[in-house]
């Protein structure tokens, strides 16, 4: 197997279990929005974010899995890094533990954020 194919599996693997655990979180919010508010109160947040964060999470899968604005892609993928860096700070310093799924998120969004310019790049899609 190619070295190009193998990169262009584990992208396609990373993405979609970002977005997968985005999407999981956003109908979260959308579904249970009372126990997300609880969630973000426990954690010190404002709870009138919930909403609007469900929306952007939403938002933020289209534009990674649609490819077709960089710019979009690339502020898709850094709002999704710094929601997870800023869910595990807050589980951590609530007393959650550090290992939890947001801890875990961090590294499936880099490695499919770098996997992803690196296939594009190789495979010359224009974006």
């Given amino acids: 197997m190619k070295q190009t194919s193998i990169k262009n599996i584990l992208y396609w693997i990373t993405t979609i279990l970002v977005c997968a655990i985005f999407l999981y979180s956003a109908q979260m919010y959308f579904f249970n929005t009372e126990m997300a508010q609880g969630y973000f109160k426990s954690l010190s947040y ?3 974010i919930v909403i609007p964060l469900a929306i952007i ?3 933020g899968v289209v534009m990674i899995l649609w490819r077709k604005s960089t710019w979009l892609t690339e502020w898709a993928y850094a709002g999704f890094f710094f929601d997870v860096i800023l869910a595990t700070v807050a ?3 609530a007393g959650q533990g550090l290992f939890g799924l947001s801890f875990y998120a961090v590294f499936l ?3 499919s954020y770098f ?3 690196d296939v594009r790049q190789k495979n010359k899609l224009v974006i």
């Fill in 46 to 48: 404002p709870s009138y």
């Fill in 57 to 59: 999470k939403v938002l």
């Fill in 91 to 93: 589980h951590y310093n």
């Fill in 109 to 111: 969004v880099l490695i």
């Fill in 115 to 117: 996997l992803g310019k």
